[in-house]
Every structure is written in structure tokens, then in C-alpha cells.
């Protein structure tokens, strides 16, 4: 059970240190099983993000590097690799993946068959799907699939063509009007909507119901429900709406240093309209309370999943992994939203549980070796029996750590990337669409940025400045530390990762053995090969096409 939350910082959980929202589903799974603490998304955008998970690569590699870019066909994903495996995977909730209908066509694959669906659906077999993005505005729709959500909802009988606004996201005021919950001001009024009936509930019972439906079928299955909340806009439904208050808001985590020279995609970035609106006198009052609330109620459903697999007999014998596709600023750094490389943003919560005995020494550990989201497809196809095929999958399974053994030489550094190409900050900055681009290297004490498009780099001293407050990218007395980050950062742009159709063992299988087909190079007069080789270009020919008589 692969469950994903969307925009669920790290320190929001009470097992992680959050002295006011406590999450108690959360930490007891903590409890059953290993909590990493650095582990690093590819992308701290949802998109690209979320298709690294899928695929076990870099953005590097699968190139859907921003918000409904395409995963290009030829992708191989987790439900690829776990279908050879002998195991299904299947989608309970949201994606962000936007199929490459263009590749599709042009080899003929027709996306109402079952690999056409496949491909379509990031290679998950779809029980429900829904991004939770049905926004519209004057131009159209934000996204134009069809939302099970809103199906629902009317079939609830809550009225209109798109409820998941004026329902599940909007207060109401004392006149009638919709209070849009994309009016920051309305985030602390309760969304017009029955608690059952909101998204983090409704998906719930979607899970449920696919075990059940999987409890028919000896086959075992991999399931990623993939909730839509804490994500914006940020409003919640009774009773969440009040659980807190500005007095749990924790202080932000900024100072008027970080605006002095501040580095130029940085300043884009928080000159910004959700920068600056975040970072507004009083309105962080309002959001971190909605957002908290949010959180519980994910929480609260984590704990109404758990209690039916406990029912059922499914903890005993499945491996839950909970986590996130990135962060939320929430006006640290003078930021909203995500996209940039502060912890807060780029580090998301990770928790395992591994019900098999090999797993029992290490519950209720806390893991802070350097991990990256594409670990879970390496550890996927491990559970799952299968080999990972690391000329494909560019992550490393976290069984060790899970079953309390050491892996070989584990990694030093974290990699991520941000392609801002497609923002208005891109724009604002006069750069190409190839330069804006950004780059992170993270080990256990630096955090190193590296920008295309001639910026000087950014770095921290995570060691003696953990809130990432003093920027020291353009300090002379730490070139050496500069140096020795871009040093990583060309070892990892060296990497083999497009040569995904030969492992490394099939390569080794071919050294020298071209001979044996027939392909006798370097060679004088015969005695360099096995009577067998020679045999096979020797012998009496039937003509003598060079004769006079012919």
C-alpha cells in the first residue's frame, strides 16, 4: 500500500518533532516500522515529482519535467516492472501524469486497449483516478479529464458542473455567496460540505472498497492511493476548520538578511505573487491553521484505513509506505507554495512498515542516511521478488534498512532538479527555456544549488545554519566546498542513464564473443583462434570464380 500525500511537509507530523499537530496514525505506523529523515524528492514540483516515483529515475532521465509535461511512451514504470514480477499495481486517486498522446499516435497505440490504458495511466491499472485539479477559469479548464470526484459529488446531489469548487473548497458567507477557498482570506471558514463527502474520506472508502475487491483474488497487488490533500486551496471541513488556531501557527522561518544580494531566481521567486501574498501580515494566521487541519483529517482517514485492515487480516501481510510528492513553503524564506530547494519544500516525510519478521529490529527506528524518492520503485520490485534492473531504475532498494543490514557504499549526496522554464519567473528572468533550470546537491551538511543561465550558485551550511537562513554561494571561503559540489554534480550528469535496453550483465555476456558470430578481426593466420572459430571460414570451395575458364 503505497499511500502519497500531496504537499505534506516533513515537520508536519508529531513523530517528526510538531509540538501542536499531533498524528497519531501516522506515528503509530513509525512505531511498526523505520522513519527516514532526509529523504529528498527528484522534483519539488508535483509533476515531475511524482513521475520519478512512478518510473525509479531522475527527471534527468524521464524528461516530464514540470506540470503536465508527458511521461514519453517508452517509460518503464512501476506497474511494468512489477507486472514481471508477477504483481498488478493499481491506482487508487491522483497521478499528475499527462500521457504522451503524440508518441501514442505515431506508433499506433490505441489508448483504449490495455497497454494504450497503461501507458495513458503512468502504467497503473486505474481503480479511480482523480487529480483533485478540476479549477476553471475565463480560458477553460486547468485539467480537461473528467473528474470522478465531481461525479460523485452530484451524485451526492450537491448541485453545479464543478461542486469541487463551490463545495469541497469554498466556504459560504451569510448572503449565500461562495466563499472560494482560492480567497486565502476565506481559509479559515469551514468548506460547504459534509465531512464524509470531502476528498480525503471519499478517497478512503475508495481504498477499502478496492481491497475488498482485491480480497476475491489470490494475486498479490500493489495499491497506490494517493490522496489529494493537505494540497491547496487551503480550506477544510467541520470540524477541522478550528482545530488550530494562529496560536499553533509556529513562527516562520525567515529574516531580512535572506532579501540582501539574494540570489536572482531566488528573489524571482519570492517577489512572486504567492510570495508575496504568504508573506502578508496576517495571513499565514489563517493558512497554517486550514492546512493543519487538513493534515489531521488525512490522519484521522489514515486511521479509518488502518482500523479495516486490521479487520481484515491486511497489516499482517502488506507493506505500507506513506510519504509525499514535495512540501509547502507556508511563508518560510518569504515563499509560498513549493519549487525552490529548501527543506521545507524539497524533503518530504517517508515511513515504512515491512510486516515480515526480517523487519522487527528495526521498528520504531529513525533512518537519516541520505535517501531519494526513486528508492521506493528499487524496493518495490525487491519486495516484490524481482531483480532491479538498475540500467532502468536509478534508485536503490531500502530493504537494508529495513531489515537492519548496511548496504555497500550508500550514497553521499541527494540530487534534485527544478525546470522553471514554463513560470512566469523563467520570463521574468529573460531566459531561455533550456537555462531555466536548477540543480540541487544535498549531503548530511551541505545544500548546494547550481542555476543555467550564468547565476552564481547557492549554498548552505545545513551543520551551522539548519534553517537555511544565510545563503553562502558567493562566499570566497568556501570555494573548495563549491568545488567539491560541482565535482558531484558532473559525476551524477556522467551517470549511464539512457542505456536502458542493455543491463550491465548482458553487456559483460557480449565482450569477445563476436568471434564466435563470425567477425574475425585482428586476426594473422588462424593460430590466434579455437580450431571450432577457424573451422567455420575454412574449407574447399565448390567454384573458382577467379579461373581463366570462368
Known sequence: MFIMFDQLRYDYLSCAGHPHLHTPNMDKLANRGVRFSRCYVQSPICGASRMSFYTGRYVHSHGAAWNNFPLKVGEQTLGDHLRDCGMNSWLVGKTHMAADTQGMERLGINADSVIGARVSECGFDVYVREDGLPARGPDGAY????????????????????????????????????????????????????????????????????????QASDKPWHCHLSYIKPHWPYIVPEPYHNMFSADSVLPVVRSEQERIDAHPVYEAYFSNAIGQAI????????????????????????????????????????????????????????????????????????????????????????????????????????????????????????????????????????????????????????????????????????????????????????????????????????????EMMYERLGEWARRCSQRTTKSETAIKNMRGKSRRKGILLGVVDGSELDDDVLATVQGVAKTNYTSDDQ
Not at 179 to 202: F, M, V
Open 143 to 214: 485539467d480537461s479529464k473528467p473528474s470522478s470526484y465531481n461525479a460523485y459529488l452530484n451524485e451526492k446531489q450537491y448541485p453545479g458542473d464543478n461542486p469541487w469548487h463551490d463545495y469541497a473548497n469554498s466556504g459560504i458567507e451569510d448572503d449565500m455567496q461562495i466563499a472560494s477557498g482560492w480567497l486565502l482570506k476565506h481559509s479559515s471558514k469551514p468548506a460547504n460540505i459534509r465531512e464524509e463527502d470531502s476528498e480525503t474520506p471519499w478517497l478512503t472508502r475508495e481504498a477499502i472498497a478496492f481491497t475488498e475487491k482485491m
Open 279 to 482: 508573506s502578508t501580515e496576517g495571513v499565514r494566521d489563517v493558512v497554517v491553521p486550514a492546512y493543519m487541519g487538513l493534515i489531521k483529517q488525512c490522519d484521522d482517514q489514515l486511521g479509518v484505513l488502518f482500523e479495516h485492515m486490521e479487520k481484515t487480516g491486511l497489516m499482517e501481510n502488506t507493506m505500507i509506505v506513506v510519504t509525499s510528492d514535495h512540501g509547502d513553503y507556508l511563508g518560510d524564506h518569504w515563499l509560498g507554495e513549493k519549487d525552490l530547494f529548501h527543506d521545507c519544500s524539497v524533503k518530504v516525510p517517508l515511513i515504512i512498515y515491512d510486516p515480515s519478521s526480517d523487519a522487527d529490529a528495526t521498528r520504531g527506528t529513525v533512518c537519516d542516511e541520505l535517501v531519494e524518492s526513486i528508492d521506493l520503485a528499487a524496493t518495490f520490485v525487491e519486495v516484490a521478488g524481482g531483480e532491479v534492473p538498475d540500467n532502468i531504475i536509478e534508485g536503490r532498494s531500502l530493504l537494508p534498512f529495513l531489515h537492519d543490514k548496511q548496504p555497500e557504499q550508500w550514497r553521499e549526496y541527494a540530487i534534485s532538479e527544478f525546470d522553471y522554464s514554463a513560470t512566469m519567473m523563467a520570463g521574468k528572468l529573460e531566459l531561455e527555456p533550456r537555462d531555466a533550470r536548477l540543480f540541487m546537491v544535498a549531503d548530511k551538511r551541505w545544500k548546494f544549488m547550481h542555476a543555467e543561465g550564468g547565476f552564481r550558485p547557492m549554498l548552505f551550511d545545513m551543520k551551522a545554519d539548519p534553517n537555511e537562513l544565510e545563503d553562502l554561494g558567493d562566499s570566497a571561503k568556501h570555494n573548495d566546498v563549491i
